[in-house]
């Protein structure tokens, strides 16, 4: 079993920067993808960003330039900075793992969202 947890959530103006931290509880080493999701009101989840433990790393078209993933082994974190942000980018952010590396959906357009364990979320509001 793994355990995420979620923080740096909040509410940040047009052009402003945020850093969620997701810390797992667990055998995190045995979790090879570990991504951030998000999920808008009145929208579909989607993945914004994976990185496997390779180091691979894919990012949803839209924040490509603006978010960065990082994940810190040692201390079994997941960290998602995120910079230039935009009102589109308000939304429920949630931290995912899964034993199989970061892969693409059937279309291989979007990260896939299959993984077998999620974090609770954390709100971000960008608003002025």
């Known amino acids: 079993q793994l355990k995420l947890v979620e923080s740096g959530g909040g509410l940040v103006q047009p052009g402003g920067s945020l850093r969620l931290s997701c810390v797992a509880s667990?055998?995190?080493?045995?979790?090879?993808?570990m991504g951030w999701f998000r999920q808008a009101p009145g929208k579909e989840r989607e993945g914004i960003s994976c990185?496997?433990?390779?180091?691979?790393?894919y990012y949803e078209e839209s924040v490509k330039g603006r978010f960065t993933i990082s994940r810190d082994n040692a201390k079994s974190m997941v960290y998602l900075q995120m910079n230039s942000m935009k009102p589109e980018d308000t939304a429920v952010y949630y931290c995912?793992?899964?034993?199989?590396?970061?892969?693409?959906?059937?279309?291989?357009?979007?990260?896939?969202?299959?993984?077998?364990?999620w974090g609770e979320g954390t709100l971000v509001t960008v608003s002025p």
């Open positions: 995912a793992a899964d034993p199989d590396p970061c892969r693409l959906n059937a279309n291989r357009d979007h990260i896939s969202n299959v993984m077998d364990y």
């Open positions: 990185i496997s433990s390779d180091g691979a790393v």
């Open positions: 667990g055998l995190f080493l045995d979790y090879n993808a």
